[in-house]
């Protein structure tokens, strides 16, 4: 009998279950100042050309998720665009990162809580590479609160403009240059079903923009685009010690089934997958890489 061995077992060592406490001060946090830094990058993952020819533009794409999602797309063979908000060491690592397996990458210095923003990096995009067919909605920010009363209206309108409104205004944007198969990927959150007591305002932006999937799907069907989501549970990205104090984070990820938090390179397939036509009969759906918590979608 041959035996069949999972390129998974070539993979970078499991999420420890425990992270030395840190904690910095301004979001959405710097990756090159973690300890130890997120893994965004699987060595063992062999692209197949799934997303061969094809242009993608990936808010938050210098770190994190975002970092991990531009990396596996390029090994897939999509250029990229990565819009960030201040951390250009991290942009540079990412470009560098898809530029190692031959691709193309623009990193874009924008704040998409502005509308005017955000129509200039699909401008950029339109300008540098002439075509969007995927379009990853992935910026965040969280600012824990003890209770509902010390949610200021200045947190509330930023938690609201970045988390939500961004993903309008650049979809707005890019929607009159995708077509027939191209693709809006939304990143939402375990907390949109599971909600989370000191995360009111964060929590409530990711179950809107769950519905802002589903009805945005409903809307582009008809012109053959796909809207899907990913509601990712714990994953150790730089918004994690930008939001909570060293002893939350020495704990961060330890309260859900498998016991640990993900790296972000074990989220970044789901992308792929919903970038891809291996999903062309899926819309209005989101896939839950979180760790083994139990939803009700």
Not at 126 to 131: A, I, K, N, P, T
Request: glycine residues 8%.
């Amino acid at each position: 009998m041959v035996e069949i061995k999972s390129s998974y077992q070539n993979a970078p060592a499991a999420t420890p279950t425990s992270f030395p406490g840190q904690h910095q001060e301004i979001q959405p946090g710097c990756q090159q100042q973690m300890n130890p830094q997120p893994v965004t990058e699987n060595p063992a993952y062999c692209g197949c050309g799934r997303l061969k020819g094809r242009t993608a533009v990936i808010t938050g794409g210098d770190s994190g998720i975002g970092q991990a999602v531009a990396v596996a797309f390029a090994k897939e063979g999509a250029d990229l665009v990565i819009a960030y908000l201040q951390e250009r060491q991290d942009a540079d690592q990412t470009c560098a990162m898809v530029q190692a397996v031959g691709r193309r990458c623009t990193a874009a210095q924008c704040d998409l809580r502005r509308e005017d923003c955000a129509k200039r990096l699909i401008d950029q995009t339109m300008s540098d590479f002439g075509r969007i067919d995927v379009l990853v909605n992935n910026i965040a920010v969280q600012f824990p609160q003890n209770q509902l009363e010390q949610i200021s209206s200045e947190q509330l309108k930023n938690t609201f403009e970045t988390n939500l409104f961004s993903y309008f205004y650049v979809t707005q944007a890019a929607l009159p240059h995708m077509s027939q198969g191209c693709s809006i990927i939304n990143t939402t959150s375990v907390t949109a079903y599971q909600g989370s007591p000191t995360l009111i305002d964060y929590s409530a932006t990711k179950g809107a923009i769950v519905s802002f999937t589903r009805s945005l799907s409903q809307s582009v069907a008809a012109k053959g685009i796909r809207v899907n989501a990913v509601a990712p549970g714990p994953v150790w990205t730089p918004l994690i010690p930008s939001s909570f104090d060293a002893q939350r984070v020495s704990e961060f990820g330890k309260n859900v089934p498998l016991g640990r938090a993900a790296q972000p390179f074990e989220v970044a397939p789901a992308y792929v997958y919903l970038a891809s036509d291996d999903s062309a009969c899926m819309t209005g759906q989101v896939l839950h890489v979180n760790c083994g918590v139990i939803t009700e979608s």
